[in-house]
Nanobody, 118 residues
């Protein structure tokens, strides 16, 4: 069994910052890629940022220069530092991870709400 537990969401004013964390626990041999996605009401889930096992990152155009993804492999944790937040960043943010234990499987967290007020 593997669990991804997110934390750090909340309500913030436009221009503010939040830091999301997502910790993986359970039967884990190694973790390949990790990422953050978001889903606003009435919209499809979209990629925000990803990071692979050696630290290479990828960002959605809408967050480049404002968000930064990082990971701590010793803690099986991925972070998302969100700066200069905009109301359009409001969504439920989900982390995911490709975890190896006998085979590779992709797991998702339960989601954390981020609300940016104007």
């Amino acid at each position: 069994q593997v669990q991804l537990v997110e934390s750090g969401g909340g309500l913030v004013q436009a221009g503010g910052s939040l830091r999301l964390s997502c910790a993986a626990s359970g039967s884990i041999h190694s973790i390949n890629g990790m990422g953050w996605y978001r889903q606003a009401p009435g919209k499809k889930r979209e990629l925000v940022a990803t990071i692979n096992s050696v630290g290479n990152t990828n960002y959605a155009d809408s967050v480049k220069g404002r968000f930064a993804i990082s990971r701590d492999n010793a803690k099986n944790t991925v972070y998302l530092q969100m700066n200069s937040l905009k109301p359009e960043d409001s969504a439920v943010y989900y982390c995911n991870a490709e975890i190896y234990y006998l085979t590779y499987l992709t797991y998702w967290g339960q989601g954390t709400q981020v609300t940016v007020s104007s």
